[in-house]
């Protein structure tokens, strides 16, 4: 089991304890969704860590959304709570990178494969991005580092 579906179990345990309502529900609702996709499909699978990184960022996504519809409606008691459960949500998510962070990142492994195979091109971006990805997936925008590596290369 991964250490984050790890760290979910053990919370709803300390949300029970402390009386934190909000945060017990929210935790309970995503693992929940963590168990629905570990059992869609035919054979059922365990989420690694990276997946699980970007189930919860989609439920977090959701809930900003909603929130934002309900401000829209004039709900605001609805969008306070559903901004409340993507607060929950968030504190299980890696730290978000800068973008001079992730710039650092895509210059060293881009340096580190040059240094291994020479000058790299256009046509050996997916040989830079799957160890970039690695480092930084779910941590920065993916278009936004994908973009990166091609001013690098051209």
Known sequence: MSALKQQLKSDV?????????????????????????????????????????????KEAAKRRETAHIYDEAGESDRAAAELAEAEVIEAYLPQPLSEDEAQAIVEEVIAGLEAADGPLTMRQMGQAMK??????????????VSDMVRKHLA
């Not at 160890?131 to 936004?144: C, E, L, M, N, S």
């Open 13 to 57: 345990v300390t949300h029970m304890k402390s009386g934190n309502k909000v945060a017990l529900a929210t935790v309970r609702n995503v693992l929940g969704e963590i168990e629905t996709k570990e059992k869609a499909g035919k054979a059922p699978v365990e989420l690694d860590e990276l997946q699980l990184t970007s189930l919860l960022q």
């Open 131 to 144: 160890p970039i990805t690695a480092r930084i997936a779910g941590r920065f925008d993916g278009k936004a």
